[in-house]
């Protein structure tokens, strides 16, 4: 991107482009620098705006959403709209209006035009809560596939699962693969291959030890290829692998999984307010949001029943009032040694592409927790609902 710069200045994108280059690997002012040359180039690039507030790349909050307010103001679409709404909401919570940045999110949201249909992830747990049941996991036990052991993270969006993973990738021995769609594209091709085609889970007793192998080996391969390094863990971090955790377990008996977990208020405001790019369409609908957390509790439920002490739980909570004793317990549970340099996580230079980018790169951030308790008026009927 860089040398195309060199070849054609002035085009806003590729500014845009380099600046979330340049957040990713945490250089967080010369992604400042070009998010505004990009809206300097294009003082209506709604992106590069959210872009810049996400990075904190202004001095003065108060001038700076008064811009963001004018954009609003002219015909432009809806789509554009929304990133400019998201933006004027962090602003105002910043600042401490929190009714004008509710209604700024609420805007947000319905106008990202993002449709989500939770049935497919209704049926699928339902198939899961019938076919992994204390007796199908025994007979499992008896097989070990591979010795393996890469630890994964899963959970909600936006419960603590980036400072999980940037605490353990401080470890000599560890490497943070980040989000990987594996897994869920292994399920996948698995149900393409069956002839008749058979969905998942309900394929899932047929699969051989060597079918499961074999797919293991695949997995294993793909990411100790993501570095030239030889780590003794591998940590993926896709969220939205709670759904394949029997999967995950049948593959890697000794696999490490770690159940990040949030106050559920907080958990979902926090999606609420987060313009996800793809992948977390339920976050767009409270409605929607509440069903899906409801979904994902109801799973977890359950894997803790079958699994019991096979995974950990880390609450985000604990994880920023007690952060020696959490660490501790994830270092025990992964297998690994202390190491001084955990405790000092955000000087950890790796790539972080998740929402929490700027927060990771920061000591223990503690403004997050009972953030709701500054919405407790909008978000008091949604409370009711998800306690339902």
């Known amino acids: 991107i860089t040398q195309a710069i060199s070849q054609k200045s002035g085009v806003a994108p590729f500014h845009h482009n380099l600046a979330g280059i340049y957040r990713t690997l945490g250089k967080m002012d010369e992604a400042k620098e070009n998010y505004k040359e990009a809206i300097k180039l294009k003082n209506d690039y709604a992106e590069s705006y959210q872009g810049l507030v996400e990075v904190k790349g202004y001095d003065d909050p108060e001038s700076f959403v008064a811009s963001i307010e ?70 499992r036990q008896n097989s070990r596939v591979l010795d393996a052991s890469p630890v994964f993270i899963v959970g909600m969006p936006r419960s603590g699962s980036s400072l999980i993973e940037q605490i353990l990738s401080s470890h000599s021995d560890v490497f943070g693969c980040g989000e990987l769609p594996d897994i869920a594209a292994i399920a996948a091709k698995i149900e393409t291959d069956t002839d008749p085609k058979v969905p998942y889970p309900i394929y899932l007793p047929s699969l051989s030890e060597d079918i499961l192998k074999g797919y293991a080996h695949s997995y294993l391969k793909r990411i ?79 894997w803790q029943e079958i699994y019991g002490d096979r995974y950990l739980t880390i609450d985000y909570e604990d994880a920023c009032h007690k952060q020696e004793e959490t660490t501790v317990k994830l270092l025990d549970h992964c297998d690994l040694y202390w190491q001084d340099q955990v405790m000092d996580f955000q000087n950890t230079k790796r790539e972080v592409k998740t929402a929490s980018f700027f927060q990771v790169r920061q000591e223990i951030y503690t403004k997050s927790v009972d953030r709701w308790i500054n919405y407790e008026e909008q978000m008091e009927s949604f409370k009711t609902l998800l306690h339902t």
């Not at 000794?254 to 307010?273: E, V, Y």
Request: hydrophobic letters at 35%.
């Open 70 to 139: 004018k954009q609003l103001k002219k015909t432009i679409p809806d789509k554009q709209k929304s990133y400019f709404h998201f933006s004027a909401g962090r602003i105002y919570d910043e600042l401490g209006n929190y009714s004008k940045a509710w209604k700024h999110f609420e805007k947000g949201n319905k106008l990202a035009g993002i449709k989500c249909d939770l049935r497919v992830y209704e049926n699928r747990v339902k198939e899961l809560l019938f076919l992994y049941s204390k007796d199908y996991v025994t007979k």
């Open 224 to 302: 100790r290829g993501l570095t030239n390094k030889h780590y003794g863990s591998y940590i993926d971090k896709q969220l939205m692998n709670f759904q394949y955790i029997g999967f995950i377990l049948d593959m890697f008996p000794r696999s490490k999984i770690i159940h990040a977990r949030r106050n559920p208020i907080d958990t979902c405001l926090s999606c609420f307010f987060q313009n996800f790019s793809n992948g977390v369409s339920f976050s767009f609908n409270l409605r929607k949001l509440q069903r899906f957390y409801q979904i994902y509790q109801r799973m977890m439920d359950h």
